[in-house]
């Protein structure tokens, strides 16, 4: 009897391997899904830019005004007859102590 149970235990054990540790495992077919789940977010990550430059592209086509707007913020340029202001944001520089202060002894 305890050769027959040997037996059963080695057979299922047999059996069990593939399910746990093979090829098409529960653990490969949870990797391969964590994995799938990883790729497709990144894919929808670049289709989000791929349409943003779709979109870039197509404006640059279709009308000066884009390139207007690239020309400027990037290469600065300006119309003729058009006046430029640059404002820069600069801390004030702090106060200097003064050294025109009167130092000696004051009469009465």
Same mark, same amino acid.
């Given at each position: ?38 790729? %497709?977010?990144?894919?929808?990550? @670049? ?6 430059? +779709?979109?870039? *592209? ?27 202001? %640059?404002?820069?944001?600069?801390? @004030? ?6 050294? +025109?202060?009167? *130092? ?5």
């Amino acid at each position: 009897m305890k050769a027959l149970t040997l037996i059963f235990v080695i057979l299922i054990a047999l059996l069990q391997y593939p399910l746990w540790l093979g090829k098409g495992s529960w653990l490969r077919v949870w990797d391969l899904s964590r994995q799938l789940t990883q790729q %497709q977010e990144k894919n929808e990550v @670049l289709i989000m830019r791929n349409e943003t430059l +779709n979109a870039e *592209v197509r404006d640059l086509k279709a009308g000066r005004a884009a390139i207007e707007e690239r020309a400027r913020s990037e290469l600065g340029m300006i119309k003729q007859d058009e006046v430029f202001y %640059q404002v820069i944001d600069q801390p @004030l520089p702090a106060p200097q102590p003064s050294t +025109n202060s009167i *130092v000696g002894p004051t009469t009465p």
